[in-house]
């Protein structure tokens, strides 16, 4: 492991010769040593009041750092390691956790120690106004009340202050003990505190816990160490203002699904208190008025008369009340089968039954078996109207949503029992809507018959909108009048992709959102935003046909988190991509305006979608282009702009690129796009190789930041352009059928294009791909020899064995996607034979005559394993130079890092052997034997 250690240090590129006096040292190319330290801008929350921003600057390997600013760029605060930070309501002050150190977790990892003797978090509270920094140690989680500034954490008790050391014997359910193990097995210690001021309130043993909204009380569950008779297991509710503490619940056991209502009045969770040895422990659900009774109130128990026999509320559903605090929704479930616990487990056969009945295939069922078994039915229950119960869901009717006014009498329940078969080769499953009562359990039909349609539930639960596939509309259905209607039928443009070349639907551009009071529905088309009024069908274009006449893609999201709906005086800020330049920009309109949106900005950079304080009008966000990180800015027009952070400095120190569009016309008499990137100490009068990496279309990637970064086994553009390569990225349209024979018309034709250019070395030409990608590259190099080196990462190359195939990380069959979707071939196998056959590189495998490196990984979820085999073995029959790698226990893309970085350095090393000549390394030279696996990878350069 050493050896391999040392040589990652050097493989860094050789030193260039001393400059003469006076000149500028030549810029570095990038290698291998840089990529840990490049860094990102991640987590950015503005504070409500708008005066104060905090994000954190991230590294990709080691320790990050967050920083708390004044939105004018004053520092109030660097914290070396803060993580998950939040501003209290008030705006007052930030919350934030400190992640250990990264070589104290690396070196207790590689010490194997135990999880309970890993580095440990910790918790920061930062006053803003005087930078005051308050530090807890060991904390496992914290929550902040979303209206007050209250903090509650779990994690054994702080030594800060004298003053959170003054707390009364009834502060706590029992004294602090030494016994820390024990408690961390039963809990942990609860700290509740009020950040302006006052004593900290402290309970032992604490195995989870919930602040109310208004941070008013918080309940938390309590579960007595093994032997300690002075704690007392149950639920607890503490409310803050009169330091009140009771036991609502009493008893060992589990309670979960703690749920405050809106107005920090009412609680509710459900819990199970059966002996531990019990074989069925079913839950019960309870209630309690926060300012009331000493004892929970039994709202419903195993075995109730509304419930269905057998049937009883569920630990793993979720428990929410309406917005006015009058409804309580929950989960119910069939009480658990309870195991046969006289079965001697090797006398009995393992074994999974496939039968073609079923209505999901078998790898489904055990991919979402978790998830089955903690399967709920929503049901609604009135507390403070007699308990009154109804059962919204149920086996037929089993997937539901409610309104974001949770007050909305109706939820929409979307079901596609007995459709489930046919997903197997389409994809996809034909869905009926309901509208199903809270007071009465009346379900209303949406669509009675079964179609292809995307369904979802107004804010206020006025309308049921949704997209119809077949007759490729937007439609809504009033909830009152029980009248549907056209949404989008006169607006004359369609309303899904235009530019669809799948043999399937086109996909809806979307819904970007609601108006106000469910008073209108902003949908997209390609370019232009259109407002439609789901009540009456009337449509008007909202961005006045600009996007359209000029090629302008209007986006829009809500920009403050938690935002519903649009305010009817709102400014909207439309992020906008020009469909010629690529360039990205924002323009703005007001919802109430008739008039076109207003250009803010547009040119030769990519923006992220706008963050926005909650009560002032402050944007942040983040701007990049091919030269500049995505550093993060503050400003309240997008024209006056304060830049925040500066990341990655070093990059001055290295051979950058830079990025420019092309264009060509195929043999087909297509108009084609690509990018081309170049070194940044690119000479005309040079010859460069250049490598060709391509996927579908990302030339809309022209202005993005490529950070240089071990690849999950992409191209990383930023390492080959620095080191003197072109790269080539052109967009591919596909022929429905011809799905390789589209490949080679956009690529091949945009290679010939670019080699008319002195500058590419047409001798020394590479490809690489990844997945849909690998495909294509082994399609390609059966079609022609001018490819000099190949890579295909995760390639199918025989769509007929790959056809019936299951994709593991779903459990869903490959049909679908060769007759509907990616693989374009628009039939079955048996239909279309000749196709599956003409586009399986496979069966053209003896043409080959570039050398082709193919990654196959034995955990791939989405491409066969088998697939990657079947090239190479049958490549390696032909005589042909192949090789496989094969990542253990990796997925279709890389995700350890350490094999990022191991594939990242063997790509490099074949395209510099093919591309540029220089020595092969032993990997690709010799190979290396199993027996010198895990010790010898083959990097250093071969010795002939």
Do not use: C
Request: charged content about 20%; glycine content about 6%.
């Amino acid at each position: 492991m050493l050896k391999y250690l040392l040589l990652l240090a050097g493989l860094a590129s050789l030193p260039a010769s001393l400059p003469a006096l006076g000149q500028q040292a030549p810029k570095k190319p990038l290698d291998h040593t840089v990529y840990d330290q490049w860094q990102s801008v991640a987590n950015q929350h503005l504070s409500a009041n708008g005066q104060y921003v905090l994000y954190q600057v991230k590294p990709q390997q080691g320790d990050g750092v967050l920083y708390i600013k004044t939105t004018g760029g004053r520092l109030v605060r660097q914290v070396p390691r803060g993580d998950s930070a939040q501003f209290s309501a008030d705006s007052r002050y930030a919350v934030f956790s400190i992640k250990p150190r990264y070589q104290d977790v690396r070196q207790a990892r590689i010490k194997k120690k135990k999880p309970d003797q890993m580095p440990k978090d910790s918790l920061g509270v930062l006053a803003l106004a005087t930078g005051q920094l308050t530090k807890y140690a060991n904390v496992k989680s914290f929550q902040l009340a979303e209206e007050a500034p209250v903090l509650a954490f779990l994690g054994p008790k702080p030594a800060v202050k004298d003053s959170l050391k003054k707390a009364a014997p009834v502060d706590t359910v029992k004294k602090i003990t030494d016994k820390l193990l024990e408690v961390k097995k039963e809990g942990a210690l609860l700290t509740v505190l009020r950040l302006t001021g006052g004593p900290a309130r402290t309970f032992e043993a604490v195995t989870d816990y919930q602040l109310s909204k208004p941070g008013n009380a918080v309940a938390f569950a309590v579960a007595a160490p093994r032997g300690d008779k002075a704690t007392k297991s149950g639920l607890f509710v503490l409310e803050l203002a009169s330091g009140r503490l009771r036991r609502v619940s009493a008893g060992k056991g589990v309670y979960k699904n703690l749920a405050f209502d809106d107005a920090g009045q009412q609680l509710a969770f459900t819990a199970e208190k059966f002996p531990e040895k019990a074989l069925v422990k079913p839950f019960s659900l309870y209630y309690a008025a926060v300012a009331g009774a000493d004892s929970a109130r039994l709202l419903l128990a195993p075995g109730a008369s509304v419930l269905k026999r057998g049937w009883s509320p569920s630990g793993f559903g979720k428990v929410a009340f309406s917005d006015n605090g009058e409804k309580l929704f929950f989960g119910t479930a069939p009480d658990p089968v309870p195991q046969d616990t006289t079965l001697v487990d090797f006398e009995h056969a393992k074994l999974d039954i496939w039968n073609y009945k079923d209505d999901y295939l078998q790898p489904m069922q055990l991919k979402t078996l978790k998830k089955d078994l903690q399967r709920n039915y929503l049901a609604v229950i009135y507390p403070r109207a007699g308990g009154k119960f109804v059962q919204l869901e149920d086996e037929y009717l089993r997937d539901s949503f409610v309104a974001e006014q949770r007050d909305a009498e109706y939820v929409l329940a979307v079901t596609d029992t007995a459709k489930r078969v046919a997903m197997q080769w389409q994809g996809n499953t034909l869905k009926q809507a309901y509208l199903v009562s809270t007071r009465t359990g009346e379900r209303i039909a949406i669509n009675p018959k079964a179609a292809k349609s995307r369904f979802q539930l107004s804010p206020q639960g006025r309308y049921v909108v949704w997209y119809d596939y077949e007759q490729k509309n937007w439609f809504s259905f009033d909830v009152a009048t029980r009248k549907t209607t056209n949404l989008t039928a006169k607006t004359g443009v369609a309303m899904a992709d235009e530019e669809n070349d799948s043999p399937d639907d086109p996909q809806p551009y979307g819904v970007a959102a609601w108006t106000k009071n469910d008073e209108a529905l902003l949908v997209y088309d390609r370019y232009d935003i259109w407002k439609l009024n789901p009540r009456t069908g009337a449509a008007t274009n909202f961005t006045a046909g600009l996007g359209r006449r000029q090629r302008l893609r209007f986006r829009y999201e809500l920009p403050i988190p938690k935002q519903k709906f649009i305010e009817p005086k709102a400014e909207l800020w439309l992020l906008t991509q020009a469909d010629s330049t690529k360039q990205w920009g924002y323009y703005k309109k007001s919802l109430a305006s008739a008039q076109a949106p207003q250009r803010v900005a547009l040119g030769p950079v990519s923006y992220s979608p706008l963050l926005q304080a909650k009560h002032a009008p402050v944007f942040a966000y983040t701007k990049q282009s091919v030269q500049a990180p995505p550093d993060l800015y503050v400003s309240r027009d997008l024209v006056h702009e304060t830049r925040l952070s500066s990341i990655n400095p070093q990059q001055k120190d290295y051979n950058w690129f830079t990025a420019e569009l092309v264009h060509w016309t195929t043999p087909r008499g297509h108009a084609a796009t690509g990018i081309l990137y170049k070194p940044e100490n690119f000479d005309p009068a040079k010859k460069y190789p250049m490598v060709v990496y391509f996927y579908e279309k990302l030339s809309e990637n022209l202005y993005h930041y490529n950070a240089p970064a071990p690849t999950p086994s992409r191209l990383d553009l930023a390492l080959f352009a620095s080191n003197g390569y072109l790269v080539f990225t052109p967009d591919i349209s596909y022929t429905i059928g011809e799905p390789g024979p589209s490949a080679v018309d956009f690529i091949n034709s945009g290679v010939e294009s670019l080699k008319k250019n002195a500058w590419v070395d047409g001798a020394h030409i590479g490809l690489q791909g990844q997945s849909w990608g690998g495909y294509q590259v082994a399609y390609l190099i059966t079609q022609t020899p001018m490819y000099a080196a190949a890579w295909a990462g995760a390639p199918v190359v025989n769509m007929t064995s790959a056809y019936g195939g299951i994709r593991w990380e779903s459990g869903m069959s490959r049909q679908f996607q060769y007759e509907h979707t990616q693989s374009r071939i628009g039939g079955t196998l048996w239909e279309k034979p000749d196709l599956y056959i003409r586009n399986s590189p496979l069966f053209s495998l003896p043409k080959v005559q570039t050398p082709v490196v193919i990654m196959a990984n034995d955990a791939d979820g989405a491409v066969p394993w088998y697939q990657g085999i079947e090239m190479f073995t049958d490549l390696r029959r032909l005589g042909k130079p192949v090789w496989l790698l094969q990542y253990n226990g990796e997925a279709h893309n890389l995700v350890k890092r350490e094999n990022r970085k191991d594939i990242s350095i063997r790509e490099l090393q074949f395209f510099d052997h093919y591309l540029k000549g220089a020595p092969a390394p032993v990997w690709l030279d010799k190979g290396v034997p199993a027996v010198e696996k895990g010790r010898n990878w083959g990097l250093e350069v071969s010795s002939k």
